[in-house]
């Protein structure tokens, strides 16, 4: 199927926005052929070039590519190498995706969609890649049940049908990516299946730098913890967690006293970067106490938006800007910042003011 339907007269209906797929091998994409590109002037209708980028230009390879989408992501099957039950509503799944797919899900930050075999599209849910294993083509999902899309998930048994993976998994995940994440101390705070893409985050970071995980386990179990994290030394690990396992604090975040003990934490370690895969609540709360014991650090937070394209195109994830405009927060890239300062804004009204780039954040 092809997708050329822009007009030379396409209406002008985005500002420029980083976005997630920018530059890479699934741009440009749909938005590009409906004029509705984040980052590209151009393809928003305009006559010149606004977009400061100086990497691949996007319209040169929107021109040069037929005006097709670049790469789309297709739908294709995987199959269930591996399914274990860590709870009765817990579950992970060991899939064979093929090396080529397995290394691109290694980014941190990756999920993807996944149904059942016998399900149609809209029983798609996005789900965290919570490890891989690049030499055996494997991935591994681990699955919170809780109703309708995720109960008929495990009814499954042979393969599930994948699509992906997609990159906006974390917000402000670029502080840590590619080389900058060499010698940092980095901490990551979890809470439930917001663990899943923690995971992957500790195993990405490896032996680059020094990954420090606080974790409250409701609705998860330690098990489970042991058998997907490599744990190191903590200095701050009680007696207790030491002997257990070390690298990891178990914190449940819902106790009084939980944010002091946190604070305490951060200030003695000096964290580089802090990476929140919590939900919008706590994303608040302790988003702000990090913010303000170590404003210099990286921040980044799960992406807990409804999302059910991942393409921008659906509109399950937007939020409306204070100028009126609709932003699509599965293909957007923000710092943790970014969010964190309009987040109130984000839960409580329908109106936020993001701060509109003409560049594209570091990779
Ligand atoms: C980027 C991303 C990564 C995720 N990673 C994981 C993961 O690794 N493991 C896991 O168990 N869950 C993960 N989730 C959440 C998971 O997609 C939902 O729990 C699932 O869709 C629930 O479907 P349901 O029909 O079983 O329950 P529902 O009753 O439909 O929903 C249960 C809860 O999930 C929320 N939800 C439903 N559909 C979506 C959706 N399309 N996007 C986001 N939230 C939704 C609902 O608002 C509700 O809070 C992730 C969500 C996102 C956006
Ligand atoms: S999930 Fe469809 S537009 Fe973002």
Redesign the pocket.
């Known amino acids: 199927m092809g997708y050329s339907i822009m007009k030379e007269d396409a209406a002008k209906t985005q500002s420029h926005i980083n976005c997630i797929d920018a530059g890479s091998d699934n741009c440009p994409c749909y938005l590009a052929v409906t004029g509705d590109c984040l980052v590209c002037s151009r393809l928003q209708g305009k006559d010149c070039c606004e977009c400061g980028w100086t990497g691949v230009c996007v319209y040169n390879e929107f021109i040069q590519g037929n005006k097709r989408v670049n790469n789309p992501r297709k739908d294709f099957e995987a199959e269930i190498i591996d399914q274990k039950f860590y709870k009765e509503d817990l579950v992970v799944y060991g899939l064979h995706v093929g090396k080529g797919f397995a290394m691109k899900a290694s980014r941190p930050g990756s ?1 993807l969609f996944a149904r059942a075999g016998n399900t149609d599209r809209f029983y ?5 890649v ?1 490890k891989t294993d690049v030499e055996e083509g494997n991935i591994y ?13 495990i009814e499954e048994k042979n393969k599930l049908i994948l699509r992906g993976p ?1 990159r ?2 974390i917000h402000g995940i670029s502080s840590i990516t590619g080389n900058k994440a060499i010698n940092q101390k980095v901490l990551i705070i979890a809470k439930g ?1 917001g663990i ?2 923690g995971v992957l985050v500790s195993q990405v970071l490896g032996n680059k730098a020094n990954v420090d995980m606080v974790i409250d386990t409701e609705k998860i179990s330690k098990e489970f913890i042991k058998d997907f994290i490599d744990t190191r030394q903590c200095a701050d690990a009680s007696e207790e967690d030491k002997n257990a396992y070390t690298g990891i604090q178990y914190i449940s975040l819902a106790d009084k006293g939980a944010g002091s003990r946190l604070e305490k934490l951060v200030k003695k370690n000096n964290y580089d970067s802090v990476i929140l895969l919590v939900s919008d609540y706590y994303i608040e709360n302790l988003g702000n106490i990090i913010k303000r014991v170590l404003p210099a650090a990286g921040l980044a937070v ?7 394209c991942g393409e921008g195109l659906c509109g ?2 937007s939020v409306n800007t204070s100028g009126g405009e609709s932003i699509k927060m599965c293909k957007c890239r923000l710092k943790g910042e970014e969010l964190l300062n309009n987040f109130s804004k984000l839960n409580t009204v329908a109106s936020v003011s993001f701060p509109y780039c003409g560049e594209y954040a570091e990779e």
């Not at 999902?141 to 998930?153: D, E, N, Q």
Request: hydrophobic letters at 45%; aromatic letters at 8%.
């Open positions: 999920y798609d849910i996005p789900l965290s919570m999902l681990a699955v919170k049940i809780i109703s309708a899309k995720t109960k008929a998930l997609y906006s998994g299946i899943a893409p799960s992406n807990n938006f409804h999302i059910c399950s994830c």
